[in-house]
């Protein structure tokens, strides 16, 4: 399990695979001069409910990773996880597409 620090006080341990998935989607929006919102659930262990902090370029934070290899990159699930990063909503974590799909197959798929 990885982790996410946020100015130094807010933390959410994430897979691995997953962090590594976040961080190139919050960095490409960072890189574009882009804030947004980040959520994600609280483990019960901390009272459960869920967090979200406003991400802009002077925010401070971290990935702490505890594989030593970068795992491979599914372009899929980066685009779906830019997809709610651009939405009003913001960016949260959503489950990982097959790899080779596509964000409109995958959302046709969904409301059908």
């Known amino acids: 399990m990885g982790k996410f620090v946020y100015e130094g006080g807010h933390k959410v341990e994430i897979e691995d695979r997953a962090l590594t998935h976040?961080?190139?989607?919050m960095t490409a929006k960072l890189r574009r001069g882009e804030p947004f919102?980040?959520?994600?659930r609280e483990d019960v262990s901390v009272g459960?409910?869920?967090?979200?902090?406003?991400?802009?370029?002077?925010?401070?934070?971290?990935f702490k990773f505890y594989g030593?290899?970068?795992?491979?990159i599914n372009r899929a699930w980066v685009d779906a996880l830019a997809f709610t990063a651009n939405a009003p909503s913001g960016l949260y974590?959503?489950?990982?597409?097959?790899?080779?799909?596509?964000l409109d197959r995958d959302l046709a798929t969904s409301t059908a």
């Open 68 to 72: 030593s290899r970068q795992p491979p």
């Open 37 to 40: 919102t980040f959520t994600w």
């Open 48 to 62: 459960g409910g869920r967090t979200t902090v406003w991400i802009h370029a002077g925010s401070s934070m971290s």
């Open 93 to 102: 974590l959503v489950p990982e597409p097959a790899e080779g799909s596509t």
């Open 22 to 25: 976040l961080q190139l989607v």
